[in-house]
């Protein structure tokens, strides 16, 4: 166990009262000076913890992902209003490079992989802004290996040649390798099979735990989601509509109906919900 994952295990003990890692406040975000997508979105992410961001297509998960780490430039967006905080220092303003040299890595939608490289010259990509020495790579090298057995099996494969569930540990790993304190995950359950995506969270699991690595998920799939975080914000149409601790969320009568597909009487069709809008009291 890594002496961060030891910290953030003996302050839970004692009771953290640190400040939380990254804290989003109420930013509002604007795509080509017109499109307004982010309307006033706040959300914190505590230290060694994992925190779901929730909501249909279309919500604004990934915009939320990507104006924390500053990629709404590339796609002409920019943040309007309010701020967003790393360990207390304000971001907005820093380059991706200077965000990941920080600790703060997106693993993108889609895991955009650089399929003309092997497994392996994709993950020591992720090397790069480190610098230091050659085995100190290596070692981290292996420790991704270890968390993903099968990337060892196909380091030497093109990454364009595997599959989708390969290439989401691919662009994992790569993310590891920058030794991140924060991790932002967008969609890792995007196209893969269900027992693919449990082995994803299974790890995401381990990597909290024993790397002390803190993760904030966008992802659709609440029910995984909900399993594996400990608090999670539902987002609906650029707004946080709900916020709580997961379990308290998987509780919801209507989060079950409206999320999960179930209600008091079991699982029902989005076609029976008759009233889909007017149920939902948050939006009120």
């Not at 930013?27 to 006033?40: M, P, S």
């Not at 967003?84 to 820093?94: N, R």
């Not at 790890?203 to 993760?215: A, D, H, I, P, Y």
């Not at 904030?216 to 029910?223: D, F, S, V």
């Given at each position: 166990?890594?002496?961060?994952?030891?910290?953030?295990?003996?302050?839970?003990?004692?009771?953290?009262?640190?400040?939380?890692?990254?804290?989003?406040?109420?930013?509002?975000?604007?795509?080509?000076?017109?499109?307004?997508?982010?309307?006033?979105?706040?959300?914190?992410?505590?230290?060694?913890?994992?925190?779901?961001?929730?909501?249909?297509?279309?919500?604004?998960?990934?915009?939320?992902?990507?104006?924390?780490?500053?990629?709404?430039?590339?796609e002409r967006?920019?943040?309007?209003?309010?701020?967003?905080?790393?360990?207390?220092?304000?971001?907005?303003?820093?380059?991706?490079?200077?965000?990941?040299?920080?600790?703060?890595?997106?693993?993108?939608?889609?895991?955009?992989?650089?399929?003309?490289?092997?497994?392996?010259?994709n993950l020591?990509?992720?090397?790069?802004?480190?610098?230091?020495?050659?085995?100190?790579?290596?070692?981290?090298?292996?420790?991704?290996?270890?968390?993903?057995?099968?990337?060892?099996?196909?380091?030497?494969?093109?990454?364009?040649?595997?599959?989708?569930?390969?290439?989401?540990?691919?662009?994992?790993?790569r993310a590891?390798?920058?030794?991140?304190?924060?991790?932002?995950?967008?969609?890792?359950?995007?196209?893969?099979?269900?027992?693919?995506?449990?082995?994803?969270?299974?790890?995401?699991?381990?990597?909290?735990?024993?790397?002390?690595?803190?993760?904030?998920?966008?992802?659709?799939?609440?029910?995984?989601?909900?399993?594996?975080?400990?608090?999670?914000?539902?987002?609906?149409?650029?707004?946080?509509?709900?916020?709580?601790?997961?379990?308290?969320?998987?509780?919801?009568?209507?989060?079950?109906?409206?999320?999960?597909?179930?209600?008091?009487?079991?699982?029902?069709?989005?076609?029976?919900?008759?009233?889909?809008?007017?149920?939902?009291?948050?939006?009120?």
């Open positions: 166990m890594s002496e961060a994952a030891t910290l953030n295990r003996d302050a839970a003990a004692v009771g953290d009262t640190r400040p939380p890692i990254l804290r989003v406040n109420n930013i509002e975000v604007i795509y080509d000076h017109v499109i307004l997508v982010l309307k006033g979105v706040s959300l914190e992410v505590p230290e060694g913890g994992i925190v779901a961001l929730l909501g249909a297509n279309g919500a604004g998960k990934t915009t939320t992902l990507k104006a924390i780490s500053n990629l709404l430039r590339a967006g920019d943040i309007t209003k309010g701020s967003i905080e790393f360990e207390g220092t304000a971001v907005d303003a820093m380059t991706p490079n200077e965000l990941v040299k920080r600790g703060v890595i997106q693993v993108m939608e889609g895991r955009h992989c650089f399929e003309h490289l092997t497994i392996e010259e020591l990509t992720g090397a790069y802004t480190r610098g230091g020495a050659r085995a100190s790579i290596k070692r981290d090298l292996e420790k991704v290996y270890d968390y993903f057995p099968r990337l060892k099996e196909r380091r030497t494969s093109l990454a364009g040649y595997t599959s989708g569930g390969e290439q989401q540990m691919c662009a994992i790993g590891l390798m920058s030794r991140p304190k924060m991790i932002l995950l967008d969609e890792p359950s995007m196209g893969l099979a269900p027992q693919l995506v449990e082995t994803i969270f299974e790890t995401v699991k381990r990597l909290n735990e024993k790397e002390g690595v803190s993760f904030l998920l966008a992802e659709q799939n609440t029910n995984v989601a909900l399993r594996y975080a400990k608090y999670g914000y539902i987002l609906e149409n650029g707004r946080v509509v709900l916020d709580g601790e997961a379990e308290t969320l998987r509780e919801n009568e209507d989060i079950k109906e409206f999320y999960l597909g179930l209600s008091a009487g079991g699982r029902r069709s989005y076609r029976d919900v008759k009233h889909y809008k007017r149920r939902k009291r948050w939006l009120a």
